[in-house]
């Protein structure tokens, strides 16, 4: 079996190319657009295509080079602020993107399964009579990412409808874990910490609401779930994947901190206050648990101690320094 893995070296991504190397005897393919340094311990187990997917005719070329049985699409991007900074940024790159990969297997007339990663966010503004949030709950996107998600999520239906494209559709809650960057919270909060014990910064952490209950699920019980979902999900459907649990963001905080065994000081900047807070947030997950028999394993107190040790060493070694690889490069794709 031959899969691809679009944006292999981002944060899902290199957690799921982990785990079919782990747990199956496929041929990984994946697509680069940026740094490499969270697949350099991959590189010889994977072949790489370093693309931008905004044109029809490199997807193509992927996947008439590669033929996949198995299509995980995960390039995106995936930072709702910033969809709100510049919303047209994430539109055209999120839906432009899902459509090339399924009209590119539509004219290669290829039997993929193909992976669509929704969102929580299509849900948007989720009431508390709403939770916990089933696949039928209406769909109220308070940012421009909620619909780019939306917009991807109905394109997998409508190239299933349309063309018996097998898609499986499925809307992600929040995930946590090592190599998440900053823009997400658990990251923001661990990167601070860390350099507060490194004396990179002053005791005390800047932080936005801390109120909001959020479903966090640690990215390694994604990555088999979404290996889960495409080897046996139903295609056309669409599936809530998350803990089935909440917790809240300052619960969150607190467990780094307790972790650290620092004492620091919490601050509220008012820049970091999103203009529409939704107050709570909890998957239904019993239809993609019944379909598939997945559950979630990792504890969120071992999440949370795994996403500090990781930027910990982000911050000794100086994060966001690109590290220069050897890459097994192929194709015209670049």
Wanted: glycine share 8%; charged share 25%; net charge negative.
């Amino acid at each position: 079996m031959r899969a691809l893995i679009t944006g292999i070296s981002g944060f899902v991504g290199s957690h799921l190319a982990e785990y079919l190397i782990a747990h199956t005897d496929w041929q990984i393919f994946g697509t680069v657009y940026g740094r490499l340094d969270n697949i350099a311990h991959l590189r010889d187990r994977i072949t790489i295509y370093p693309a931008e997917l905004s044109r029809l005719e490199v997807v193509r070329f992927i996947l008439e080079e590669t033929r996949p049985d198995y299509i995980f699409h995960l390039a995106a991007q995936p930072i709702s602020a910033l969809s709100r900074i510049d919303p047209w940024f994430t539109l055209e790159n999120n839906i432009r993107a899902q459509l090339n990969v399924l009209e590119a297997v539509v004219q290669l007339k290829l039997p993929s399964r193909v992976l669509v990663v929704g969102s929580a966010e299509e849900y948007g503004k989720i009431s508390p009579e709403d939770l916990p949030v089933d696949e039928d709950t209406p769909l109220r996107p308070v940012t421009p990412y909620g619909v780019s998600k939306i917009a991807q999520d109905f394109l997998g239906l409508q190239y299933y409808l349309s063309y018996g494209v097998a898609t499986v559709r499925v809307r992600s809650f929040n995930h946590v874990g090592p190599r998440q960057r900053e823009g997400f919270v658990a990251a923001d909060f661990a990167k601070q910490i860390a350099e507060i014990e490194a004396g990179k910064r002053p005791p005390q952490v800047i932080v936005g609401d801390l109120s909001a209950g959020r479903d966090f699920s640690d990215v390694r019980d994604v990555a088999s779930a979404y290996y889960l979902a495409l080897t046996r999900g139903a295609p056309g459907e669409v599936y809530n994947i998350g803990s089935g649990t909440s917790h809240t963001v300052r619960e969150l905080l607190e467990t780094l901190i307790r972790l650290s065994g620092r004492e620091v000081a919490i601050v509220q900047d008012p820049a970091r206050l999103r203009p529409v807070e939704v107050p709570a947030v909890m998957a239904d997950i019993r239809k993609f648990k019944a379909c598939t028999g997945w559950e979630p394993v990792i504890p969120f107190e071992q999440s949370m101690r795994d996403v500090l040790e990781y930027w910990r060493e982000q911050v000794r070694t100086g994060a966001g320094d690109p590290t220069p690889l050897e890459m097994r490069i192929v194709g015209r794709a670049a």
